[in-house]
C-alpha cells in the first residue's frame, strides 16, 4: 500500500489523537480509568474493556508502529505489515494488546502510552517526506513505502485517518456523563 496522507497530516492528526486522550486521562479519575465494560463501542461481542484496557490497546498499535519503522529503516519486513491485513491476525494482536498489559497498574499502562506516544510522534518527526514515501526496501508483491505501512497498523478500518480514539469513544462528554450516572 502506498501511502494516502502525507506525514505532516499524520503528526497533525496524531498530535490531535494524543491530545485527546491526554486531555481525557486529566477528566476522569483513577475508579473510572479501571472500571471494567465502560467501553462500548468498536469492540469485538466478548469484550468488556476498561479505558485502561483501552490505552493498552491504542498503545499496542502505536508501538507496533515504532518496530515497523526500525525494521524497514533496517530494510526489513516487519510481521504487522501482514499481520494487520488478516483478520485472525489482526484480532490477534487487537486481544494481545490488552492482555499483555492487563496486570500492569494504571500508573505503569499511563507511563506506558505516554513514552509510546511521544517515541513515535519523534520518530515521524525524524523522518523527511522522503523517507514516508521511500519505496519497499523488501520484495513487495504490491507496491509500499513507508507512510502505507504506517496506514495498515495506524488507519485499519474503520478508523478515521491517524484517529483511534474516535472509534471507541465517539463523544468524549457522552463518555464521561455515562461513567458518573
Known sequence: MLATINRETALQ????????IRELIGMLTEEEMIRPDTIKHGLYWDQHLSFKDLLAHLLTYEDLSIVAIEAWQKGERHRAIDEMQSELSSRRIHYGGIE??????????????????????????TLSDKDWHSKSPFPSSVPLDLGGVLEIILVAPPRPPYRHLPVHIPDIQAFIQMLRD
Open 100 to 125: 499483555d498489559r492487563r496486570g500492569m497498574l494504571l500508573s505503569e499502562v499511563l507511563t506506558e502510552w505516554e513514552r509510546t506516544q511521544a517515541s513515535l510522534m519523534n520518530k515521524l518527526r
Open 13 to 20: 492528526q496524531l498530535g490531535i489523537e494524543h491530545a485527546a
